[in-house]
């Protein structure tokens, strides 16, 4: 979707900017995706005729606040988005009428919307439902006091009236609960009268610990009998509840392993920041992903050859087939369990002073510390990480043995533990291929023959 450069320049962003809540909507025979670069220019909106794209290059809206939306009604188009308020932890929703066809807004934004009281009020959606304009907006800040809480008016610029039974989704009270942080709600109706929410959460581990991100969840809404929509069952979720039977999706399912056979990389591999684009290559080496290094490390916020996939499972195995022969020292290639610049974990192929080896690298809070390291000899080699739910193995082996080189508790890499050192952490464990020449160019490439992402059962 925002594929290219010229769409979504991440140079010199670090982890936790670039795109916030984008809100997808389709109008009028179009897609129009609508979004915040944070640190770099504002928000912006692309169109595309179809949903796989091509996408259009931005049109930028303007740099004020974040979590933009787009509302449609009577053929008009309204834009919606935080705002700055009376203090930082009370921002307002604002709104303005938007030409969609010049992407200008219509006059100046005039605030909506100043929440029920909680702390950040955010990421706010209006539907037209049952004769009304509905608002559902986040608040409690997106932690562990995450909620959603709905108001209603006739007019597009309000009044609106709060609902007198919020939260509609809030599982603040719940705190055993397998899923914490629920919010940032939007709304589906489908064709058969039926209406879904669509919603951020978490799965927290090993004492309110998160490291696999924000999820997407999806609850059934009806509506109340004095016309208040409610989420769920009032405004609580379960992993599997009993819902309307929704018509079956049409998405191919995919594969447990990539040999890199195609012309392109399946849309589940993403990047960190934009790769240049002669660091990551299909085709220069038949069935293989070819990984050139550049001279910065995962270690920087720098154009990095990275290419991964995000963590789903709480107990899952990835592993790789890697060859590559280093020439100079700095130049190392691997598999990464990564958080973010300064919190990830490597196995690393590279030359120590006897030769070729493979190490495990622990990097939390910007120390790097050697869990393990083996000599290996020529040829490619075995990469592998095992997630057993609270930790994280590091194994690689050139035959049928696997040699184990460090154990980390996955709480290392979570949320609760980079919040600690730094700005919030919102996207989770990413895994995945990595080359670099720490400092210069790599002089050989890093070829991948496969790599397997497979959730596993603990024995």
Partial sequence: MLARRSQLD?????SSGGI?????RYYRGRFLLVTTHVGGGGSFLVTASRPEGPWSDPVWIDDGGFDPSLFFDHGR?????????????????EQAELDLGRGRLKG???VIWRGTGGVWPEGAHLHALHGRIYLLAAEGGTAYGHCEV??????????????????????RQRRRHPIQATGHADLVALEDGSVWAVFLGIRPRTGRHHHLGRETFLAPVHFSDDGWPVIGDAGQVELEMAAPQLPPHLFAPVPARDDFDGLALDPIWVH??????????????????RLWGQPASLDEVGPVAFVAR???????????WLDFSPQQPGEEAGLSVRARED???????????????????????GVSRVLGRAPIPTGPVELSVRAEGDRYQLLAGTGRARVLLGRVPTRALSAETIARRGPMHFCGVVLGMYATGRGRPCTVPADFDWFEYRPTVMG
């Fill in 150 to 171: 709905a108001a209603r008016a006739d007019s597009p610029f309000g009044p609106f009236e709060p609902c007198p039974h919020n939260p509609v989704l809030s599982h």
């Fill in 310 to 320: 995000r963590q789903q499972d709480f107990v899952m195995c990835c592993k790789t």
């Fill in 343 to 365: 919190f990830h974990l490597d196995l690393a192929v590279r030359l120590g002073q006897a030769g070729r080896e493979v190490v495990a690298v622990r990097r939390i809070g």
């Fill in 10 to 14: 991440l140079t010199g962003v670090a």
């Fill in 77 to 93: 188009v309204y834009y919606a988005r935080d705002g700055k308020g009376a203090d930082f932890d009370h921002p307002v929703i």
């Fill in 20 to 24: 916030y809540a984008p809100t997808l």
């Fill in 108 to 110: 100046s934004m005039q």
């Fill in 272 to 289: 960190v920041r934009n790769p240049p684009n002669s660091a990551v290559r299909l085709g220069e080496r038949a069935g293989h992903l």
